[in-house]
């Protein structure tokens, strides 16, 4: 597609419930990264993946946070047994390659409110 | 770990002003990266920088690549209201391929 792709845009939830949020990266992009922002906040790193395979989770805040991409493309981010701590802005990034050298490329983000 | 620390936090200015904000870390970066955030949005990419000493311009903004490599500087000349927002570096961890944020500096135009 033309640039990163997220949905929902919005998502409430309540307590305790699972979530999952999507991302479509840009055509031909082999890397894609999950970031979360709380309000007023900066970006914190969550994971990504090169290719399929996530070698770093280490951002990942809880094992209630995974995270899975198929075919080198659509990612989906899950939260399980929802809190109210897990209300933010979930922003997924895309690049050409991994590594530096090349842009990351962000959705415009799922704001996630527990409830 | 690695972090980035942008200064200011925040910058009020008049319209027509130049801004300047600068990035920095305790390690060495290879990439630097300047992104604009308005609210409700994704971040956007400015510029990108990937060599030492480098300056290069889009418009109205210019950054520079710390001969360091351990700084960043994005300046704004003649300042307009639609450069309000939140501006963050960004630069992937040194043997990965993380991207990591700054701190963000939130800047105000008035009119």
């Known amino acids: 597609g033309a640039g990163v792709s997220q949905s929902p845009s919005n998502k409430v939830t309540e307590k305790g419930k699972d979530v999952e949020l999507r991302c479509d990266p840009i055509?031909?992009?082999?890397?894609l990264y999950w970031y979360r922002q709380r309000l007023g906040q900066g970006l914190e790193f969550l994971i990504y993946f090169q290719g399929n395979s996530a070698p770093d989770k280490s951002g990942l805040p809880s094992d209630r946070f995974s995270a899975e991409r198929t075919g080198e493309s659509v990612s989906t981010l899950t939260i399980q047994r929802t809190q109210q701590e897990d209300s933010a802005v979930y922003l997924c990034?895309?690049?050409?390659?991994?590594?530096?050298?090349?842009?990351?490329?962000f959705g415009q983000g799922t704001r996630l409110t527990v409830v | 770990g690695q972090q980035l620390n942008q200064s200011p936090q925040s910058m009020f200015i008049q319209e027509g002003e130049d801004v300047s904000m600068n990035c920095t870390s305790s390690?060495?970066?290879?990439?630097w990266l300047w992104y604009k955030q308005d609210p409700g949005e994704g971040p956007v990419l400015l510029i990108a920088l990937y060599k030492a000493g480098e300056l290069t311009s889009n418009g109205r903004l210019t950054a520079q690549f710390g001969i360091t490599r351990k700084d960043s500087f994005l300046n704004i000349s003649a300042s307009i209201p639609s450069d309000v927002g939140i501006y963050f570096c960004a630069g992937p961890v040194t043997g990965t391929y993380k991207y990591i944020f700054g701190t963000g500096t939130r800047l105000k135009v008035l009119a």
């Open positions: 390690s060495i970066f290879n990439t």
């Open positions: 055509s031909g992009h082999t890397a």
């Open positions: 990034a895309s690049s050409l390659v991994y590594g530096g050298g090349t842009e990351a490329f």
